[in-house]
């Protein structure tokens, strides 16, 4: 299973990017799909997952009513939209995919395959 990660780069503080996320190499559908980011010097957090599995969209507080997950529905890829990004923002982006349905889908350690990160630079 690959999860390759594109869309990050170099934006000013208020401008917009969009991640996609790709998958391939599996022949079983993921329960989730997430994307979580990791600034230097700081742990690994979460940030986004959408709604398959029946699920509703989760989104961490920092990014709430900024950043949009969307999902296709071949569950093949995931996407993030954000919107009004901010210096803390920086990071690299990482996408997250779990075979198996969990009640703890902001939890980086429910998901067994990773991409590779992009990174998002947002100066002041």
């Known amino acids: 299973v690959q999860l390759q990660a594109s869309g990050g780069g170099l934006v000013q503080a208020g401008g917009s990017l969009r991640l996609s996320c790709a998958a391939s190499g599996h022949s079983f559908n993921f329960a989730h799909m997430a994307w979580f980011r990791q600034a230097p010097g700081k742990k690994r957090e979460f940030v986004a997952t959408?709604?398959?599995?029946?699920?509703?969209?989760l989104y961490a507080d920092s990014v709430k009513g900024r950043f949009t997950i969307s999902e296709d529905n071949a569950r093949n890829a995931i996407f993030l939209q954000m919107n009004s990004l901010r210096t803390e923002d920086t990071a690299v982006y990482y996408c997250?995919?779990?075979?198996?349905?969990?009640?703890?889908?902001?939890?980086?350690?429910?998901?067994?395959?990773w991409g590779q990160g992009t990174q998002v630079t947002v100066s002041s």
């Open positions: 997250a995919a779990a075979r198996q349905s969990s009640w703890y889908r902001d939890r980086a350690d429910e998901y067994d395959y």
């Open positions: 959408g709604t398959w599995s029946g699920n509703s969209a």
